[in-house]
């Protein structure tokens, strides 16, 4: 079976859910012993740092016109190259404009259908423009959860057979790992040794992150060698929401205990969640919650807001809260903090949260 992916976000739009989604499937897939072809369309020769000689992949280094919508290029590689599936990963926005095999587009949100005030607006309309004619040529679509299915159905009226709901795949990286190997490592490389609390993700409006840092300011008052170590891209459209966290963390005494590392390499992402006495997220909405996965595949206690996704993915390794208790989050951090007793107490009752394998997307491929 010939099957094409696109590669574009693994590689060009670090430090976002879509490149890792794209990252790890690729690589899972690529990896795996099966009976295909798997071309990927990269656009340039980075793709050589992602993948290595085990690979399976057939790499299209293709050059793309994305800003303009124009897949011509791509259509001719499918046509001539024998492909029986294509699969788009962010939200079908890389479909040709005719039809030459079979397309499967993977869905991973919908907040800018019903967020309009909270979206660039530049990708708001291409959003408009490019997405309801993609969900209608395309074969298939992968939900990442089943959250995102139910609004696939609810907002767009899509036949729920046409849906199908498979989840990230997330790298093996993600594990305990010792303290001692953490603790060194993040002082060596980062000159962080005190204690710390930890949000990883998207530094954006829809995260609350200044509600995050309003908490940390409770919190800090009982714990006071306690830092927030907050990870993320700061550059660019991010950097305007990042100066007001700054201002907002001076104006509340607490600039010199929260800490901005930027965007980090995903390799060191696994260092924080393990020295971390726990990971904070007030997000409003995500289709998979993947850092709170990551985290909780590496057993750190996680504290979140109850959204249909969590529900969903986290059942029994996360605790839900709700942002007018800021009271009993602060309370509840600092029992995690200051009695190991009550934090292994929440590690031990943490399950798994629900991830994919390559076999699992290899068999939707080979059904369509």
Same mark, same amino acid.
């Given at each position: 079976?010939?099957? #094409?992916?696109?590669?574009?976000?693994?590689?060009?739009?670090?430090?976002?859910?879509?490149?890792?989604?794209?990252?790890?499937?690729?690589?899972?897939?690529?990896? $795996?012993?099966?009976?295909?072809?798997?071309?990927?369309? %990269?656009?340039?020769?980075?793709?050589?740092?992602?993948?290595?000689?085990?690979?399976? #992949?057939?790499?299209?280094?293709?050059?793309?016109?994305?800003?303009?919508?124009? /897949?011509?290029?791509?259509?001719?590689?499918?046509?001539?190259?024998?492909? =029986?599936? /294509?699969?788009?990963?962010?939200?079908?926005? $890389?479909?040709?404009?005719?039809?030459?095999? $079979? &397309?499967?587009?993977?869905?991973?949100?919908?907040?800018?259908?019903?967020?309009?005030?909270?979206?660039?607006?530049? &990708?708001?309309?291409?959003?408009?423009?490019?997405?309801?004619?993609?969900?209608?040529?395309?074969?298939?679509?992968?939900?990442? *959860?089943?959250?995102?299915?139910?609004?696939?159905?609810?907002?767009?009226?899509?036949?729920?057979?046409?849906?199908?709901?498979?989840?990230?795949?997330?790298?093996?990286?993600?594990?305990?790992?010792?303290?001692?190997?953490?603790?060194?490592?993040?002082?060596?490389?980062?000159?962080?040794?005190?204690? %710390?609390?930890?949000?990883?993700?998207?530094?954006?409006?829809?995260?609350?992150?200044?509600?995050?840092?309003?908490?940390?300011?409770?919190?800090?008052?009982?714990?006071?060698?306690?830092?927030?170590?907050?990870?993320?891209?700061?550059?660019?459209?991010?950097? =305007?929401?990042? @100066?007001?966290?700054?201002?907002?963390?001076?104006?509340?005494?607490?600039?010199?205990?929260?800490?901005?590392?930027?965007?980090?390499?995903?390799?060191?992402?696994?260092?924080?969640?393990?020295?971390?006495?726990?990971?904070?997220? %007030?997000?409003?909405?995500?289709?998979?919650?993947? $850092?709170?996965?990551?985290?909780?595949? #590496?057993?750190?206690?996680?504290?979140?807001?109850?959204?249909? *996704?969590?529900?969903?993915?986290?059942?029994?390794?996360?605790?839900?809260? *709700?942002?007018?208790?800021?009271?009993?989050?602060?309370?509840?951090?600092? &029992?995690?903090?200051?009695?190991?007793?009550? @934090?292994?107490?929440?590690?031990?009752?943490?399950?798994?949260?629900? /991830?994919?394998?390559?076999? =699992?997307?290899?068999? %939707? /491929? *080979?059904?369509?």
């Amino acid at each position: 079976m010939n099957i #094409c992916i696109d590669g574009y976000a693994a590689l060009n739009l670090p430090g976002t859910f879509i490149s890792s989604y794209s990252e790890e499937l690729i690589k899972d897939l690529t990896f $795996s012993e099966h009976p295909h072809s798997m071309h990927v369309i %990269f656009e340039n020769d980075n793709y050589k740092k992602l993948l290595d000689k085990s690979s399976w #992949c057939i790499p299209a280094n293709i050059e793309l016109q994305r800003q303009k919508n124009n /897949y011509d290029i791509l259509e001719r590689y499918l046509y001539e190259n024998g492909i =029986e599936v /294509y699969h788009s990963l962010n939200n079908g926005f $890389s479909l040709p404009k005719n039809k030459c095999c $079979s &397309y499967v587009i993977t869905v991973h949100s919908l907040y800018p259908v019903e967020n309009k005030a909270k979206v660039d607006s530049k &990708y708001y309309s291409k959003f408009l423009e490019v997405f309801p004619e993609s969900i209608e040529k395309a074969d298939k679509i992968i939900a990442v *959860s089943g959250f995102i299915k139910d609004e696939l159905m609810r907002l767009f009226n899509i036949n729920e057979n046409k849906i199908h709901v498979i989840y990230p795949v997330i790298s093996n990286i993600y594990k305990p790992l010792s303290f001692s190997q953490c603790k060194n490592y993040i002082y060596d490389k980062y000159h962080i040794k005190n204690e %710390f609390i930890y949000y990883c993700g998207n530094i954006h409006t829809s995260k609350n992150i200044e509600r995050l840092i309003g908490l940390f300011k409770i919190v800090s008052s009982r714990c006071r060698d306690l830092k927030l170590v907050i990870t993320g891209d700061i550059t660019g459209k991010k950097e =305007e929401y990042y @100066r007001e966290l700054q201002n907002l963390s001076e104006k509340l005494d607490v600039k010199d205990r929260v800490i901005f590392t930027g965007l980090i390499p995903k390799e060191d992402t696994v260092y924080f969640y393990n020295r971390a006495k726990c990971v904070v997220s %007030f997000s409003e909405y995500d289709g998979y919650p993947l $850092s709170l996965s990551e985290a909780a595949l #590496c057993k750190t206690p996680i504290i979140c807001l109850d959204n249909p *996704s969590v529900k969903e993915i986290l059942n029994n390794c996360a605790v839900t809260c *709700s942002l007018s208790n800021a009271n009993e989050i602060s309370e509840f951090i600092y &029992y995690l903090s200051n009695n190991n007793q009550f @934090r292994s107490n929440i590690i031990n009752k943490m399950e798994a949260p629900l /991830y994919s394998k390559a076999e =699992e997307y290899l068999e %939707f /491929y *080979s059904q369509i």
